[in-house]
Nanobody
Framework: QVQLVESGGRLVQAGGSLRLSCAASGLHFSLYDMGWFRQAPGKEREFVAG????????TYGDSVKGRFSISRDNAKNTVYLQMNSLKPEDTAVYYC???????????????WGQGTQVTVSS
């Protein structure tokens, strides 16, 4: 059974940093692309970042380019999201997901974690 468990979300002041983690189990983690998405109240789920199975390629949503960084440790079955220069508009529930294909669309992902709340105060 595939399980993805996010952690690291909390309340942080604008301009601060956070690192989110997503621990995976029940899958051959190193075979899959992984992604981070976020969803704010009343808004659609938004692509944040993606990383290929090897970690060799990454891609980012326009709103986080230059501030966020995705990485992975295949030995630990974990994908990370380093978030710097946080803004109030980054407030959302952040989800990690397993990729079925290399995509920035949620349709390209088939397993999702429960999410972790990130709140950025101004």
């Amino acid at each position: 059974q595939v399980q993805l468990v996010e952690s690291g979300g909390r309340l942080v002041q604008a301009g601060g940093s956070l690192r989110l983690s997503c621990a995976a189990s029940g899958l051959h983690f190193s075979l899959y692309d992984m992604g981070w998405f976020r969803q704010a109240p009343g808004k659609e789920r938004e692509f944040v970042a993606g990383i290929t199975w090897s970690g060799g390629s990454t891609t980012y949503g326009d709103s986080v380019k230059g501030r966020f960084s995705i990485s992975r440790d295949n030995a630990k079955n974990t994908v990370y999201l380093q978030m710097n220069s946080l803004k109030p508009e980054d407030t959302a529930v952040y989800y990690c997901a397993r990729g079925r294909l290399w995509s920035s669309s949620s349709r390209g992902y088939d397993y999702w974690g429960q999410g972790t709340q990130v709140t950025v105060s101004s």
